[in-house]
């Protein structure tokens, strides 16, 4: 059975607080691992590509990560290339460490699940280093970049009280509906041109 959490919304204070790192033996009780699982079917509900701990209401440095190609069906090929998005496989990151790559910014329209209905343009390092421990609590090393390198940024974020209201140009900030209407279809350059950014 599947078990959606509700997600909290911006303005509670736990979204804005440091999150606390998480041990070996905490991650090998049950309670965890049903807890990731719920994680993991909010995620998918909502539907999203990541979900921290921070959203759930729990101040912990975890976080829950897929992109799958089901999300991505109805986004033009074209649009997944210049993102540079492709699948990545259901995995949990615990006490994450970010270590930029290459830090050529990369900006693209992002939405959060604790701020519904919204996006902006986010800049974003191009690709990124992230040590952390898996759901077993043991030690991995992941090299991403693109939109991957973008969802571990945005989530790590979130594990240090960070949203992407604070990184975006706000000039770019606008409801998804409008989004959808004016600004879906036009490359990014355009974008930032017409909106004076
Ligand atoms: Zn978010």
């Given at each position: 059975?599947s078990v959606v959490l509700?997600?909290?919304?911006?303005?509670?204070?736990?979204?804005?607080?440091?999150?606390?790192?998480l041990?070996?033996?905490e991650l090998e009780k049950k309670k965890m691992r049903d807890l990731i699982e719920a994680m993991r079917d909010t995620m998918r509900?909502?539907?999203?590509?990541g979900l921290a701990a921070?959203q759930i209401?729990l101040?912990w440095r975890l976080a829950v990560i897929e992109?799958?190609?089901?999300?991505?069906?109805?986004?033009?090929?074209?649009?997944?290339?210049?993102?540079?998005?492709?699948?990545?496989?259901f995995h949990v990151i615990v006490n994450?460490?970010?270590?930029?790559?290459?830090?050529?910014?990369?900006?693209?329209?992002?939405?959060?699940?604790?701020?519904?209905?919204?996006?902006?343009?986010?800049?974003?390092?191009?690709?990124?280093?992230?040590?952390c421990l898996d759901e077993k609590g043991d030690?991995?090393?992941?090299?991403?970049?693109?939109?991957?390198?973008?969802?571990?940024?945005?989530e790590?974020?979130?594990?240090?009280?960070?949203?992407?209201?604070?990184?975006?140009?706000?000039?770019?900030?606008?409801?998804?509906?409008?989004?959808?209407?004016?600004?879906?279809?036009?490359?990014?350059?355009?974008?930032?041109?017409?909106?004076?950014?």
């Amino acid at each position: 059975m599947s078990v959606v959490l509700p997600i909290v919304q911006l303005g509670d204070p736990v979204l804005r607080g440091t999150c606390r790192a998480l041990t070996k033996p905490e991650l090998e009780k049950k309670k965890m691992r049903d807890l990731i699982e719920a994680m993991r079917d909010t995620m998918r509900a909502a539907p999203g590509v990541g979900l921290a701990a921070p959203q759930i209401g729990l101040p912990w440095r975890l976080a829950v990560i897929e992109d799958r190609e089901e999300t991505q069906e109805g986004i033009e090929p074209e649009l997944l290339e210049e993102r540079e998005r492709a699948a990545v496989p259901f995995h949990v990151i615990v006490n994450p460490e970010l270590e930029v790559i290459d830090a050529e910014p990369v900006s693209f329209f992002e939405g959060c699940l604790s701020l519904t209905g919204f996006v902006g343009l986010v800049p974003r390092a191009h690709a990124v280093r992230v040590r952390c421990l898996d759901e077993k609590g043991d030690p991995r090393v992941i090299d991403a970049s693109g939109w991957y390198a973008r969802i571990l940024q945005h989530e790590i974020d979130h594990l240090n009280g960070t949203v992407y209201v604070d990184r975006m140009l706000t000039r770019t900030f606008m409801s998804g509906e409008q989004y959808a209407r004016y600004w879906a279809d036009k490359d990014v350059e355009q974008v930032a041109r017409d909106l004076g950014v």
